[in-house]
């Protein structure tokens, strides 16, 4: 793992955890998405997708949402970051944006077909695409600094 991507996630998460609450004001309804639009959205990139799947309803999702809010931002100029809410309701996922200051990209997926065409089942789950679409790794439960480090670095160093 490289030393400095620890570093910059672990402080991230560190001051993300001493901020104040975020107001819960509901954005826009999140778009739903199949596979085939899936599939262009992280093949048709000019980088590296992490991709996580959640629920507003999932508490081991709530735990890593502050992390994943965080490597965006460290990241979010060589790396793209994208949600996709499973399994819920659209006004309970946006609450669930708003809370944690999510700023990427989510979509909606109610039924679980973007996890299930990619062979996976139950939340949260965090898969990671390079530039190009290639599925290279995928992560089930919640993720941890170290694990989401190792495997950004892997993204970039491809």
């Known amino acids: ?5 620890a570093l910059l996630i672990g402080a991230a998460t560190l001051i993300a955890a001493c901020g104040t609450a975020q107001p819960t004001t509901l954005g826009p ?14 093949a048709n990139g000019d980088r590296p997708t992490v991709v996580n ?11 890593e949402a502050p992390l994943l809010r965080e490597a965006h931002r460290t990241f979010a100029d060589r790396v793209s970051f994208v949600g996709v809410a499973v399994s819920d309701n659209q006004n ?3 609450a669930f944006i708003s809370e944690f200051g ?11 077909a973007i996890p299930g065409s990619l062979g996976r089942v139950g ?18 439960g919640v993720i941890d600094e170290r694990t989401l480090a190792v495997n950004i670095d892997e993204l970039l160093a491809r």
Do not use: K
């Open 102 to 112: 999510i700023t990427f990209d989510n979509y909606f997926d109610e039924l679980r």
């Open 92 to 94: 309970d996922a946006r």
């Open 1 to 5: 793992m490289n030393y400095r991507t």
């Open 123 to 140: 939340v949260p789950i965090t898969f990671f695409f390079a530039a190009d679409g290639t599925l290279v790794s995928a992560h089930s």
């Open 53 to 63: 799947v959640w629920a507003s309803w999932c508490i081991p999702c709530r735990s």
């Open 29 to 42: 309804e999140l778009q739903t998405i199949d596979q085939t639009q899936f599939q262009a959205l992280v």
